[in-house]
T-cell receptor
Framework: GAGVSQSPSNKVTEKGKDVELRCDPI?????LYWYRQSLGQGLEFLIY????????KSGLPSDRFSAERTGGSVSTLTIQRTQQEDSAVYLC??????????FGAGSRLTVL | AQKITQTQPGMFVQEKEAVTLDCTYD???????LFWYKQPSSGEMIFLIY??????QNATEGRYSLNFQKARKSANLVISASQLGDSAMYFC????????????FGSGTRLQVQP
């Protein structure tokens, strides 16, 4: 597609439920990134995929968080047993191996 | 580990004036890239400008220029002729050219352009 597409744009869930957030990157972009932005804060790196290399998971805050990227394209970020502190905007970005990132519009997660 | 510092939580500027948003960085790597992104109230992250660590000239993109001072490890964003639409959060970020490529972001500066 023309840009990075994320879904859902908004998700409200109850504490303890699992959620899945989807990212469809720009066609041909080999790199894909997930970030988290809490209210009024900067962006916190979560995970990075580059081609067929093993992902850089060093930013995942706990083992409740996981992500996969199928076929080198679409990525899913999964949060298990959600907690209220998981409430944030989850941003996906993609890029060529070098060059500026293009961000999606984000998925706003609210955990009640 | 790399670190980005933005010391100005908020800035005001009069319409049509120039404004400088400060950014300093810390890394032991020699090859890296510096980025500025704009985030309006709608939430999307908009890429503004990029400077490579080996670029000899300061980057410019329209009304945006990056004042790169490598020895001081600073990468300030200059916006000339401010417009009301420039009101937004501005983030400075850095990535390494080798190893971890994920962008490390600063805490941001909220710019408000006044008429």
């Amino acid at each position: 597609g023309a840009g990075v597409s994320q879904s859902p744009s908004n998700k409200v869930t109850e504490k303890g439920k699992d959620v899945e957030l989807r990212c469809d990157p720009i066609s041909g972009h080999t790199a894909l990134y997930w970030y988290r932005q809490s209210l009024g804060q900067g962006l916190e790196f979560l995970i990075y995929f580059q081609g067929n290399s093993a992902p850089d998971k060093s930013g995942l805050p706990s083992d409740r968080f996981s992500a996969e990227r199928t076929g080198g394209s679409v990525s899913t970020l999964t949060i298990q047993r959600t907690q209220q502190e998981d409430s944030a905007v989850y941003l996906c970005a993609s890029s060529l191996r070098r060059g500026p990132y293009t961000f999606g519009a984000g998925s706003r997660l609210t955990v009640l | 580990a790399q670190k980005i510092t933005q010391t100005q939580p908020g800035m005001f500027v009069q319409e049509k004036e120039a404004v400088t948003l400060d950014c300093t960085y810390d890394t032991s790597d020699q090859s890296y890239g510096l980025f500025w992104y704009k985030q309006p109230s709608s939430g999307e992250m908009i890429f503004l400008i990029y400077q490579g660590s080996y670029d000899e000239q300061n980057a410019t993109e329209g009304r945006y220029s990056l004042n790169f001072q490598k020895a001081r490890k600073s990468a300030n964003l200059v916006i000339s002729a401010s417009q009301l639409g420039d009101s937004a959060m501005y983030f400075c970020a850095m990535s390494l050219d080798t190893g971890r490529r994920a962008l490390t972001f600063g805490s941001g500066t909220r710019l408000q352009v006044q008429p």
